[in-house]
């Protein structure tokens, strides 16, 4: 069974920085594309960040672009998103997520972590 589990979420004040982690168990996921979504409350969810399997590439969403950084381990099959500059607006729950036929399509969610950001 696929698996993934999110940590490194918790409360910041604004202008910090936070890095969240993503293991994925369950399959070997080196070769899959994987990102990161967020929902805030009463929003509806957005991507925030991609990165290609081989972490050649990597994509953001305009309201993180120079502040977050994603990254992956694929000899941990672990991916991380490091949140600088942090703000009340970055609040949300944070998802990672896997696209393994790299078509846009992200067939496996974790369970989420919040990420609050006080101002």
């Known amino acids: 069974q696929v698996q993934l589990v999110e940590s490194g979420g918790g409360l910041v004040q604004a202008g910090g920085s936070l890095r969240l982690s993503c293991v994925a168990s369950?399959?070997?996921?080196?070769?899959?594309?994987m990102g990161w979504f967020r929902q805030a409350p009463g929003k509806e969810r957005e991507f925030v960040a991609r990165?290609?399997?081989?972490?050649?590439?990597?994509y953001y969403a305009d309201s993180v672009k120079g502040r977050f950084t994603i990254s992956r381990d694929n000899a941990k099959n672990t991916v991380y998103l490091q949140m600088n500059s942090l703000k009340p607006e970055d609040t949300a729950i944070y998802y990672c997520?896997?696209?393994?036929?790299?078509?846009?399509?992200?067939?496996?969610w974790g369970q989420g972590t919040q990420v609050t950001v006080s101002s």
């Open positions: 997520v896997v696209d393994p036929s790299s078509t846009g399509t992200y067939d496996y």
């Open positions: 369950g399959r070997t996921f080196s070769r899959y594309a």
């Open positions: 990165i290609t399997w081989s972490g050649a590439s990597s």
